[in-house]
Structures are given as C-alpha cells and as structure tokens.
C-alpha cells in the first residue's frame, strides 16, 4: 500500500465546458462516470441529439473551452435537486433557469448565443441523455470512465516552464498528491482502490487547446500541449478509469495499487 496516494480534491462539472463543483466525498458506481458529472451540454446547431439513443459525440461539436474560452469567466452553479442553474460573472448573476423547463433552456441557449457572439444560424441547444449519466456522459471519450490527475505532475512541468498552472485546467475528477511525477502513467491496466471503490486504470489522458486557457482570466496564456511535447516528447497528462467495483471515496482517502 502506498501512502503517499492521497486524495486532495474531487470534482464533477454538471454542465460540459463550463466550470466544476467541488465535491468532499463521492459515491463511485461499477461501470460509469462521477454521476451527474457531463450530465448536461450546450450543442451547437448543426447537431442532433437524440436523448432516448445517446452515442458519443467530439467535444468540438459542442460549446466548450476548446473553442469558446470566455466559458471560463461563468460562474456556475448547478442545484441537483431542484435542477436549476444559475450563471454569474464576477459574483454579478446574468441568468438562472430550471434545465427540465423548455421554456428556461432556450433563454440560457439565447444568452450563450449573445454572450459568446455567436453568429445567427448557430443558436445552441441544451442536451441531455434520457437517464442522465447513468446512461450517458458527454464526457470527451466514449469510455464511461473517470479521470485522475497526479497534482506532483503538474507541479514538475510548472517547474519546466519555470510558470505556475492551476490544476483546474485539466479538468479531472480526482486529483492526488504523491512524490513520484508521472507515476501514474506506470498504472496503466493496474487496479487501483480508491476510498471503498475499485478501478482499473485504463489509459494516459491526451490533451487539448482547451488546457490553454487559464480558468481564472479566460486567457489562453500557456500552449500546454506544446510545452508537454517540448519537455516530454508527448502530449498527455493524466489517467483515465473504469470503476470495477462501486464504493465511497472522500477526499483525504488513500489510492492502494492492487
């Protein structure tokens, strides 16, 4: 068992492309995503979702960092159980809306459209799996997996780069803090057990322009995958899992290599 595993935040992001919610304990399910998290994106027009036949569909095809970096300005927080969202910039709310209420999720697709200055024909719309996420995820892979980001990786292509990054750029689930940059990459097709859950590591985590953009300011002020292939002669940072087995999992828990 290795101490040094040890979990230091969790995250799910209700909504894709806009910002996390910050979770003390979760409860892992055998073969799916953080539930509720991805539950909910912005498509763009051209795009037709079918919420009783959901498949995977590429990230660009639906609002999201990668293209629209303002999303990192908005504010948002999501109720789970009255299923209202509300969006705000700088503490100053611009719109709220209940995401089962038609009505509500075409003022909040118009107010995308006007924030982000999309031109006319390309009006969003929101979507969402029959189900939720425990048939569907719009999760930037098909696998129904979670991912994992070693906080002592981040830190070490910082010192590479001689400049601070924020680990929320990379959008993971659960982030943990050991002595060993890149260690995680060793994992691969290893079980791990996280708090009372089981995964199996499955692959490395590729990434994207939408690493870019700084989660605070909005700006694309570091070109990460160029720094990552500059310093590592690859592009990926991070894990992906599958949950094996269902469990709790808290933050301050331990990661055990099985």
């Not at 089962?100 to 006319?120: A, M, V």
């Not at 830190?155 to 601070?164: G, H, R, V």
Request: aromatic fraction near 8%; hydrophobic fraction near 35%; glycine fraction near 6%.
């Amino acid at each position: 068992m290795n101490l040094d595993n040890i979990i230091k935040s969790i995250y799910r992001y209700p909504i894709k492309g806009f910002c996390g919610e910050l979770l003390s304990n979760v409860l892992l399910l055998a073969d799916n995503v953080i539930p509720g998290d991805r539950e909910y994106a912005f498509a763009r027009s051209e795009i037709n979702f079918d919420p009783n036949n959901p498949h995977y569909i590429k990230k660009t095809k639906f609002l999201a960092l990668v293209k629209y970096e303002k999303l990192a300005l908005l504010e948002a927080k999501f109720n789970n159980y009255s299923k209202r969202l509300l969006l705000s910039e700088g503490g100053i709310k611009l719109i709220e809306g209940n995401l089962t209420n038609q009505e509500d999720c075409q003022k909040i697709s118009n107010f995308l459209k006007r924030y982000l200055n999309l031109p006319s024909s390309a009006q969003p719309n929101m979507v969402r799996a029959r189900g939720g996420t425990k048939v569907h995820s719009f999760s930037d892979v098909p696998d129904k997996a979670i991912s994992l980001i070693n906080l002592s990786t981040v830190d070490e292509l910082s010192s590479e780069i001689s400049t601070k990054i924020d680990h929320r750029r990379f959008r993971g689930n659960i982030y943990f803090e050991n002595k060993f940059p890149w260690e995680e990459f060793n994992w691969i097709d290893h079980k791990l057990r996280i708090g009372e859950a089981v995964v199996k590591i499955i692959k490395r985590t590729k990434r994207c322009g939408a690493t870019n953009v700084n989660p605070l300011s909005a700006v694309r002020d570091i070109n990460i995958p160029l720094e990552l292939k500059k310093h590592y002669k690859h592009t990926d940072l991070g894990i992906y899992a599958i949950v094996e087995e269902s469990g709790a999992v808290n933050v301050g828990d331990t990661i055990e290599i099985l």
